[in-house]
């Protein structure tokens, strides 16, 4: 077989490869920025102090017209919002080299978005039914992921993949994100299990990203 063929120019990592230190560095710096946004987001819809990273930017806001407006759920999710948005479009910009268009913007804003929902839903659900809550969380958060991985691609929006190596990426990526996600939630002392979670998420997003 040469070195010029089909098979060789085509062949795409798999989900464990290593992108190379300075590509796993980025993946670390997104991650730590989603679980700043997460430990930001559950103090804060908890009704207690958040972690001030942003300093004195949460007394102001919170005693303005977002927070009045929008009360102490939707204040919350819409920081994780904001956080998740950095983290995406970092995430855009390693995947594809180059930074991002205004439709990418839009996009990415919306599942960024999309995201934040589904935490809140997810976290209003458990005292609910604990089973209607992970069956919700799991599901809707593959499908955002499927998503977010159309965009990284340039594909359409809701084009579902017919790679199964996606496809079973996806899937592993979004129940270690899960896994971290309940273990935290239920025991924020294990606040490691959900760093594990969410860096192991992004570690094989990125080469799922990869595949086409």
Known sequence: MSLTSPEVRQKKPGLLHFPGLGHFLVIVIFTGIEIVGLIEWLALSNGGTPFTVLGQAYPILQSGAISSRVGT???????????????????????????????QFVEILTFSSLESAIWVVWLKLIPVNGILAITFFLG???????????????????????????????????ISEVIGAVVWVGNQNLLAVLIAGSLLEHYIARNVGLIR
């Open 73 to 103: 759920t939707g204040f919350a999710a819409l920081v994780l919002a904001v956080f998740l948005l950095v983290e995406h479009i970092i995430t855009q910009v390693d995947a594809t080299g180059r930074f991002i268009s205004g439709k």
């Open 140 to 174: 809707a958060l593959f499908v955002e992921h499927h998503i977010a991985d159309n965009v990284k691609k340039g594909l359409s929006f809701f084009k579902l993949s017919s790679t199964r190596i996606v496809f079973t990426g996806l899937l592993i990526l979004t």
